[in-house]
């Protein structure tokens, strides 16, 4: 167990629906990253959330957005879905403001969008 | 464009036969090399961070290395419960803060 939770284990909407991701950090750890896997383009770097502020954004769509609460755990909100975005989505958290140390990765959330 | 390449994209193995998994990398102003193991349906594990080249790390029958270009992967002896799929990842000194992932290696190993 890495201590990073996810909510929901998976999910299955239809297309234009939008849902909302959790992921509750480790205890003490300060910064949240979003992470997209697909089968064809890997594991892919969304947004990073760090003590409440965003600090790097990566592939991530318009139609996505996220925010970290001042209890430090995070949502990602994906909007206006289509059969595309049907992925697994990871959160990750590390202590400080990079992941130039291990960082924990949760169990993921795998979206199905029909 | 900077980028992350993974070889071979899925490998088999009988158990005890050793080999290696490749990471190369075209990256400006490295600040570290990761691996990570992935098993099916599950987060990616923190395996070893590699700073510059040269550097090697040990974990039970995995040893990564580092050169200016790649990083190996070497497993020897593996047993069945090594099978996962191997992620390597950079962190460069102007892509902020978080790391950039290859595509991988499925790795299996037959008893």
């Known amino acids: 167990d890495s201590g990073v939770t996810q909510t929901p284990k998976h999910l299955i909407t239809a297309t234009g629906q939008r849902v909302t991701l959790r992921c509750s950090p480790r205890?003490?750890?300060?910064?949240v990253y979003w992470y997209q896997q697909s089968l064809d383009q890997g594991l892919q770097f969304l947004i990073q959330?760090?003590?409440?502020?965003?600090?790097a954004k990566g592939n991530i769509l318009e139609r996505f957005s996220a925010q970290q609460f001042p209890d430090l755990h995070s949502e990602l909100n994906l909007s206006s879905l289509e059969l595309g975005d049907s992925a697994l989505y990871f959160c990750?958290?590390?202590?400080?403001?990079?992941?130039?140390?291990?960082?924990?990765f949760g169990q993921g959330t795998r979206l199905t969008v029909v | 464009e900077d980028q992350v390449t993974q070889s071979p994209e899925a490998l088999r193995l009988q158990e005890g036969e050793s080999s290696s998994l490749n990471c190369s990398y075209t990256?400006?102003?490295?600040?570290?090399l990761f691996w990570y193991r992935q098993d099916p349906g599950k987060g990616p594990e923190f395996l070893f961070t590699?700073?510059?080249a040269g550097e090697e790390k040990e974990k039970e029958r995995l040893k990564a290395t580092l050169t200016k270009k790649e990083s190996f992967l070497h497993i020897t002896a593996p047993k069945p419960e090594d099978s996962a799929t191997y992620l390597c990842?950079?962190?460069?000194?102007?892509?902020?803060?978080?790391?950039?992932f290859g595509k991988g290696t499925s790795l299996l190993v037959t008893p």
């Open positions: 990750a958290s590390s202590v400080g403001p990079g992941m130039n140390t291990e960082a924990f």
């Open positions: 590699l700073y510059s």
């Open positions: 205890s003490g750890d300060l910064s």
């Open positions: 959330y760090y003590n409440g502020e965003e600090r």
């Open positions: 990842a950079v962190l460069q000194d102007d892509s902020g803060y978080a790391l950039n």
């Open positions: 990256v400006s102003g490295l600040r570290g």
